[in-house]
């Protein structure tokens, strides 16, 4: 919401559900994936993109709310993403992934604590 609030100037309370979804997401992929950080960050683009679509498909287009709409932007897919935001999504990723693994490894003291599966 806050990308968004800095970005747009505004915002919606499904983009902080979005957003909360989106950073379990790439908490998931860099703790588990075991990846080097570009493909990591390649996956969390994808995911987000992934995730974007699936939620303007219901919040825009089926509830009609018009949260957002990249119509205008070259080669949208049915505006609710773009290749443009897939790329802001890769920096986004970088940075949320650094302090995903800042945050872990301040909250767990082994490397075998911090791979435990969540209960």
């Not at 974007?52 to 070259?74: A, C, Q, R, T």
């Amino acid at each position: 919401m806050i990308l968004e609030l800095l970005f747009r100037g505004h915002t919606h309370w499904t983009m902080g559900v979005t957003g909360g979804l989106c950073f379990v997401a790439l908490y998931l992929i860099e703790i588990y994936s075991g990846e080097v950080l570009w493909r990591k960050c390649v996956m969390g683009a994808l995911v987000i993109t992934t995730i974007e679509f699936l939620v303007g498909i219901v919040v825009n287009l089926i509830l009609g709310w018009k949260v957002w709409d990249y119509s205008k932007m070259p080669f949208h897919l049915l505006g609710q993403i773009c290749p443009l935001f897939t790329v802001l999504w890769l920096g986004v990723s970088a940075g949320a992934m650094k302090l995903i693994r800042y945050v872990h490894n301040r909250t767990y003291k082994t490397e075998q604590q911090a791979r435990q599966p969540f209960r």
